[in-house]
């Protein structure tokens, strides 16, 4: 069940952008893309997500901790889903400038045990991108947040930074447009510097990926 709903998030998303293909009601505007050649030939991308600004939903089990917390409010889980160790998330993305170009879709599921993330990066005046990365445990950012010395429940500053992907546990698996045919690693640090007196998060997000066309 927990794989079918996250699928059928993904294919819907999917089938939104190629309806945009087809049938195209706006022409949005092409953004420069802020890319740097790395020494292998590959490219350098960084799209960030500025916290709490650009997070449009949550839904979670209570398993995976703050960020599983309802936002809005009355966004829930579907009730045979509310007890899974599952999260999904929405965020507005931005390029390394600070432009708001596109918005991404994140679900993060334990099922047996094996955690695994994924990221669905729509970009409307260039394409859409798709990350895979295992190995996220439950609560990853609360226990960040615990060793920097934020009680539970309460409000807190400070900083701390947590690559989520552990090392080089994330792939880019493919895209469209001008994604198309490429594939590589990305990294996602979480950088935390505040958490407010109702539980919203504070900070960025980054998605640093390295992407070489295979096609």
């Not at 507005?92 to 599921?109: F, Q, Y």
């Not at 998605?207 to 070489?212: C, G, P």
Request: glycine share 16%.
């Amino acid at each position: 069940m927990r794989t079918a709903f996250i699928v059928g998030v993904l294919l819907g998303l999917a089938g939104i952008l190629a309806a945009a293909k087809y049938v195209p009601w706006v022409n949005p505007p092409r953004l420069p893309s802020h890319t740097s050649v790395v020494a292998n030939g590959g490219r350098a991308e960084t799209f960030v997500i500025r916290l709490p600004a650009d997070r449009l939903s949550a839904q979670g089990g209570a398993a995976v901790g703050l960020r599983g917390d309802a936002f809005p409010p009355g966004a829930v889980l579907p009730e045979p889903l509310d007890g899974a160790p599952l999260l999904v998330e929405q965020f507005k993305v931005r390029d390394r400038e600070g432009n708001v170009i596109g918005v991404a879709a994140r679900h993060w599921s334990q099922p047996g045990g094996q955690a695994s993330s994924a990221w669905l990066l729509v970009i409307p005046s260039r394409g859409a991108l798709l990350l895979e990365a295992d190995g996220e445990p439950a609560g990853a950012i609360d226990a960040a947040l615990a060793a920097a010395g934020r009680a539970s429940g309460s409000a807190w500053s400070g900083s701390t930074t947590v690559d989520v992907t552990r090392g080089d546990s994330g792939r880019i698996v493919g895209g469209s447009g001008e994604f198309n045919g490429i594939e590589g690693r990305y990294r996602e640090t979480w950088t935390v510097t505040g958490v407010g007196d109702s539980g919203e998060l504070k900070g960025t997000i980054e998605l640093s990926t390295v992407s070489f066309v295979t096609g």
